[in-house]
């Protein structure tokens, strides 16, 4: 099966811009996704959870993983987008930080991620064609795809109002 990637809030819906505050702050952002008949869970699938603006610091994260599938390997990741089509599709992703390292999630097991293991701010270029970033859940190595792949969990980030 060719590598998957599925959009999972309105947070990364086409033309939506990521949640902010003009005066900075902290903002919580959250997803729920069963994958359903689609199988995921194949070295590289990629399961967008919400776009980062840019500036944004990540303070927090919670995240809940249940497969079906053989054990997997995982990362949670930032990724720098090339560009946003005309309808709002997202270009080439590029990895730009880990959020979390490596895990592992056991067959037919489920994994509770808390908290970053860095606090990475999304740092791009002020000549980026898209001033913002997505995290994104990446598979690194997975034996067999899975139906009902279930993610659910948020992320929390602090922007001071001047990077916007």
Known sequence: MAAATLTVTANVAPNVSPRTNDRGGVTAVSWSKNSGTTQFGTATDVMLL?????????????????????TTHWKLV????????????????????????????????????LGPRVFPKISLSDAAAVQFAVLGLKCGTGASASTSFLCDGNVIYETNGNDI
């Open 50 to 70: 919400a776009k980062l603006p840019n500036g944004a610091r990540i303070l927090d994260h919670n995240t809940v993983i249940s497969t079906k599938s053989a």
């Open 78 to 113: 930032a990724y720098e987008v090339s560009s946003v089509g005309s309808n709002g599709t997202l270009g080439t992703l590029s990895e730009i930080s880990d959020v979390m390292g490596s895990f592992t999630v056991a067959a037919a097991g489920v994994a509770n991620l």
